[in-house]
């Protein structure tokens, strides 16, 4: 079993930045690819970056490119996403996944990643 604990979450005013972190403990985990969604209110779950274990795959949504970064450490069991220029359509809260299922041609789809964690909300203001 994985269990996944994400933190870092807040309110900041647009253009600033937030740095989330996904804690996992369990089970070794360190293979498979780590991905962010993200839901706001009335919305589905929606695909925000995925990594694969070696860091060489690693995908954004076209509304966050170039914003955002994800990262990953194997040793320490973390992933991060990094968040800077946030703008108030980021408002959602924030899940990080992961599962033994998921692939690199399926990490943008939500319906693979076994576990998730409890969700981090992200506030920005205009």
């Known amino acids: 079993q994985v269990q996944l604990v994400e933190s870092g979450g807040g309110l900041v005013q647009a253009g600033g930045s937030l740095r989330l972190s996904c804690a996992a403990s369990?089970?070794?985990?360190?293979?498979?690819?780590k991905g962010w969604f993200r839901q706001a209110p009335g919305k589905e779950r929606e695909f925000v970056s995925a990594?694969?274990?070696?860091?060489?795959?690693?995908l954004y949504a076209d509304s966050v490119n170039g914003r955002f970064t994800i990262s990953r450490d194997n040793v320490k069991n973390m992933v991060y996403l990094q968040m800077n220029s946030l703008k108030p359509e980021d408002t959602a809260v924030y899940y990080c996944a992961t599962g033994p299922s998921v692939t690199t041609a399926t990490m943008t789809s939500p319906t693979g990643y076994g576990y998730w964690g409890q969700g981090t909300q992200v506030t920005v203001s205009s």
């Open positions: 990594m694969d274990w070696s860091g060489t795959n690693t």
């Open positions: 369990g089970r070794t985990f360190s293979h498979y690819v």
